[in-house]
């Protein structure tokens, strides 16, 4: 500590301090302009500066430290006086169009110069002819850079290259000027920027803005808190909005994200909730005709409620089925599956964690006792010393995490990065070790070959908490290193080596996602992560553990709360005497002891009769399942089938019911995000149409097919979550409101949460070791269908299209669907990029245009399957995992011929 004068005032200070943190500590302002909190520190504006004792010249805050002794005055006649001097300057290069300037209300020039009375600059400034010569840039669809307006704080490139670490807009020179180079031209599609905006959020000016903060004055608007509805991330923004209308979001700072948002959270949370062509009334179709047409929603419900119970009555309980949206909330997904149990009477309710994460949710509850993330976001992308991602794209789909792992890189954590594809993240690793698809496990046998040969694992661990280890040791002693790299085409020294860095790393996470999941042998790939991270001892630890990304928002919560054949809330199970008696006593129903269908499983079962009627609460598994052709059959195949969706999609075209439901801009609830971490929804408007919230139609259609359920508001619906799960029992909208930010377990009332998992011991009391063999994918090329085709997600859109491609900017950045092609494949196909190409497997062809480059490896492509245009879930294979029935979009076999 050292003691200071500010202003008169003693004050003991920190060693280290700045003078402006030190004197915000003790309750004094200064201003500052160009200043950005652990991001920007200039000291170029001059606002900040401060008379020292001993010291001739003015000194600025923001980056001059604190020395013992020094005494330090923040307001005088002179210090005025020459702030005055330098906001004249700033204004003698501004263009001064204030009235109708976006920032207007929120410039934080304008604020000092109302602060400091100072109204015009005394003479035109040299920059002016400068800035005549500058382009204004408004090519990017959310984006516009006025040079006019432009004060050369360097903020926006600050926090592009240290908290986006994009490094895209920068800093550049014309003549003896210093310029800000934005990307934001008319070539901005072929810059590496991803238009998340966030250098335009820190922006003091009105010279970087979000184009539609031209709508609104900040004095017209009220902000929500609320959570991101894309991805898993979890981000925390607020919606603005203007006159019942969302206008605007701007970032909040939320421990996943910290202020950062990506191009969806930030551009694309809005649109598809107030577009015009939202379900807006219920639909009943007329089976003869195939027409819908409008009904009450007392029609709607008693309807749906009597052609349900009539199929019960005929066919028995367990020929119902009703899927659960992991895009709502947790208080609704709850509702689902409870009605699906206590009035269909069938386990069959599933979400799409099925094919998903499915693999997670079983693999590691068997090696570790529970199927979650285990460490905090923050935790494993600060302060690590490896990062091993495996078939993770996070630039792309968990772009916040994304974001913070080219920042730990940045800080000099080693990444190693296995992936068939180049991904951005590839390009920045220490080791990118481009696999066969679907050779997972053969790679992590290989891993731990070396690691056990090598005498790399921590035996200690292994000794006390650790079962298995001998069956494992002698499997892996198979796989070495020239096996596996033959397998799986890769390098032999660089397996060895990422074996050697990833073993001999004190903290080093596991971050893995749908490059290991969505196989017929997930689950054996997930328990090969898990197994790598035991051996070395990498759980329960800060820094380590085994991170699967979890997909959409709610995916997490959509399983903690039952959505699942198998669990009730919690993770309970349903074939375990004493819970169903706890659910019993506190539904008031007998319930059904036996496991149900998993949401894979249903289609089969719809097509061979088994299943007659099926609830679909957002999902579209015409555009998002495999093998299209096989859902179509299995959706012609059953007699009553319900929709509950914001929108027309393809699965709701089969439907016979269709209800409209709320987004999550429009209702109170919860998200658990990949982080088990628990925040709120809020609702900001109240849309025109009778949409309503999926736990009011629920409630409606428990009541109608004879169950009781009194309303409950979402709060009430938590304190029944809570009260039925171990591991929410202590999570309320009290708490969560008064801001705690929960991650489960949350065994008690009043706990704080369980940041790590696995702590001192696993779950499971001792972690399994699990031998898995190496097995080929189901579909492998031969010389028919010459290719592997992989598929995934790219960062513009989402899923199956239904809330990105409402959102106009992002369809002008990317807008048709393709398929990337290494170039020796193409030379030898004649395919130029640009060309279509039809792509054909056993069970379909499609067209889509080729981008021919490197990123994927000779004989294997690629497709995103976001869009109609290309729709690849025409002819992937729709083969399942033995333990949780995960489909293998990742490996089929194709042919590619030009069109
Ligand atoms: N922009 C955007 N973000 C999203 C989504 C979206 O649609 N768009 N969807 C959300 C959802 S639901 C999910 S589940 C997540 C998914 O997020 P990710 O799993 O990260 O996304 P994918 O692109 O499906 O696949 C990830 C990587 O797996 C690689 N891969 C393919 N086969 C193999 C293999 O055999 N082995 C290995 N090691 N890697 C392989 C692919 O090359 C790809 O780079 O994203 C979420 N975020
Ligand atoms: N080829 C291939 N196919 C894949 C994948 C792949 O990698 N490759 N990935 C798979 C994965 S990981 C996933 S998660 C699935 C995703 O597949 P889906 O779950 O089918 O797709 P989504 O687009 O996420 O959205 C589902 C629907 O939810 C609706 N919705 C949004 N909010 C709400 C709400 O609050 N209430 C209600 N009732 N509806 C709402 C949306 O309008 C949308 O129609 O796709 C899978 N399909
Ligand atoms: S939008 Fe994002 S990537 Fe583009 S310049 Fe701004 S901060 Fe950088
Ligand atoms: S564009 Fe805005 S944030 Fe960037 S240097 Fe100019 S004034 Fe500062
Ligand atoms: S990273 Fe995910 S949660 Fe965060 S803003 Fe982007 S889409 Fe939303
Ligand atoms: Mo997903």
């Known amino acids: 500590m050292m003691k200071i004068t500010i202003n008169g005032k003693t004050c003991q200070v920190e060693k280290g301090r700045t003078i ?76 001064l169009d204030c009235m109708s300037c976006a920032s207007n209300g929120k410039c934080e020039l304008q604020k000092l110069c109302n602060e400091y009375g100072v109204e015009r600059a005394d003479q035109e400034g040299s ?17 516009s850079y006025d040079p006019s307006k432009c004060i050369h704080c360097q903020r926006c490139i600050s926090i592009c290259h240290r908290i986006a670490c994009n490094g895209t807009i920068r800093s550049g020179r014309l003549g003896n000027y210093h310029i800000v180079e934005a990307p934001f031209g008319e070539d901005y599609k072929s ?35 609320t959570t991101c509805p894309h991805c898993a991330t979890g981000c925390q923004f607020y919606l603005v909005v203007k006159d019942n209308k969302i206008v605007n979001v701007e970032s909040a700072d939320g421990l996943a994200n910290h202020k950062r948002l990506c191009v969806k959270g930030r551009n694309a949370s809005f649109d598809f909730v107030q577009a015009e062509d939202r379900l807006k009334k219920p639909l009943i179709k007329d089976r003869s005709t195939g027409e819908f047409r409008e009904v009450s929603w007392d029609e709607a419900i008693s309807y749906t409620a009597k052609r349900f119970m009539e199929i019960k009555e005929k066919y028995g309980s367990d ?86 792992i080219r920042q730990a890189v940045k800080r000099g954590t080693k990444l190693i990065v296995v992936d068939p594809r180049e991904i951005g993240l590839s390009k920045q690793a220490d080791i990118h070790i481009k696999l066969r698809p679907g050779t997972n496990v053969a790679f992590a046998n290989g891993m731990m070959n070396v690691m056990i040969n090598e005498d790399l694992i921590d035996h200690d661990y292994i000794d006390k908490n650790v079962e298995g280890f001998e069956e494992l040791k002698k499997l892996v002693m198979d796989y070495t290193p020239e096996k596996v790299a033959e397998i799986c085409h890769i390098d032999e020294d660089m397996l060895i080596e990422a074996a050697r860095m990833y073993a001999t790393a004190k903290k080093a996470p596991i971050i893995y996602c749908l490059g290991v999941t969505e196989h017929s042998t997930g689950t054996e790939g ?142 109170e609830g919860t998200f658990t995000n990949t982080e088990r971490r628990i925040q709120r929804i809020r609702k900001a408007i109240t849309l025109d149409g009778e949409m309503r919230s999926d736990t009011d139609i629920i409630i409606d259609l428990m009541n109608a097919m004879g169950y009781k359920q009194p309303y409950l508001t979402p709060k009430q619906i938590m304190d029944e979550i809570a009260e039925l799960t171990p591991s929410y029992h202590g999570v309320s909208y009290e708490c ?102 039809a792509v054909s497997s056993r069970r379909g062809t499609i067209e889509a245009k080729a981008r021919v480059g490197r990123k994927v490896s000779q004989g294997e492509t690629w497709m995103p399957f976001h869009f109609p245009d290309s729709p690849v879930n025409m002819i992937t294979n729709a083969a399942l995992d033995e333990y949780a029935r995960i489909p293998e979009y990742k490996v089929c076999a194709v042919k590619l011929e030009k069109r």
């Not at 002819?129 to 090519?139: F, G, H, S, T, V």
């Not at 238009?195 to 009220?222: F, H």
């Not at 509850?365 to 794209?393: C, E, F, Q, R, Y």
């Not at 759980?539 to 399983?559: D, H």
């Open 319 to 404: 020929s119902l089925a009703g899927f659960a949206c992991s895009r709502s909330s947790n208080e609704d997904v709850y509702m689902v599956q409870k009605m699906v149990r206590c009035c269909f009477g069938t386990n069959t309710t599933d979400n799409c964690a099925r094919v998903c994460h499915s693999a997670s949710v079983t693999g590691l509850a068997k090696t570790l006792g529970s199927g979650a993330m285990t460490n905090p976001i923050h935790d494993i992308t600060h302060d690590v010393d490896v990062i091993m991602l495996v078939g993770s794209n996070p630039e792309e789909a968990h772009p916040v995490v994304g974001m913070q």
């Open 127 to 143: 920059r002016v002819n400068i800035e005549k010569k500058l382009p204004y840039l408004d090519a990017n669809p959310y984006i």
């Open 526 to 667: 997930v328990m090969s992560m898990s197994n790598m991270a035991v051996l070395c001892g990498k759980i329960g630890r800060e820094g380590c553990g085994v991170n699967p990304l979890r997909g959409q928002n709610n995916v997490q919560g959509a399983c903690d709360m039952g959505a699942m054949s198998t669990d009730y809330p919690g993770y309970q199970k349903v074939d375990n005497e004493q819970v169903r008696q706890k659910f019993e006593k506190a539904w008031g129903v007998s319930l059904n002891p036996n496991p149900g269908l998993r949401a894979t499983e249903v289609f089969p079962a719809a097509i061979g009769g088994k299943i007659k009627g099926l609830y679909i609460c957002g999902e579209d598994p015409m555009v998002s399942d495999p093998d299209t052709t096989h859902i179509i059959k299995a959706l012609e195949s059953m007699e009553f089938i319900v929709v509950q969706d914001l929108f027309m999609t393809k699965t709701a075209r089969y439907a016979d019911v269709i209800l409209p439901a709320k987004s999550f801009a429009e209702k």
């Open 736 to 837: 969560l409101d008064a801001g705690e930010s929960l991650q489960w377990p949350c065994p008690e009332k009043d706990h704080h949460g369980t940041p790590i998992m696995h702590v001192g011991h696993p779950a499971r009391g001792k972690a399994l070791l699990y031998p898995a063999e190496f097995k080929e994918a189901k579909e492998l090329p031969d010389e028919e269908y010459p290719f592997i085709l992989t598929t995934g997600r790219i960062l513009y859109h989402y899923n199956a299209f239904s809330m990105t491609s409402r959102s106009k900017g992002l369809m002008d950045i990317e807008g048709e669907g393709y398929i990337e092609l290494n170039y020796k494949d193409a030379d030898r196909l004649g395919v130029k990029s640009g060309d279509m190409v």
């Open 20 to 95: 402006l943190e030190a004197a915000g500590e003790n309750g004094f302002h200064i201003p500052t302009l160009c200043y950005l909190k652990g991001i920007n520190g200039i000291g170029s504006c001059r606002m900040c500066v401060v008379e020292v004792e001993g010291y001739e010249r003015l000194l600025a805050a923001c980056n001059t430290r604190v020395r013992d002794g020094m005494v330090i005055t923040t307001e005088s006649p002179k210090l005025t006086d020459y702030r005055k001097r330098m906001l004249k300057l700033l204004l003698s290069n501004h263009n």
């Open 191 to 225: 810059t590496s920027c991803e238009s998340c905006g966030n250098c335009a959020s820190v922006c003091p000016t009105g010279a970087l803005i979000l184009k539609r903060e031209k709508e609104y004055r900040e004095w017209e608007v009220k902000k929500v808190l």
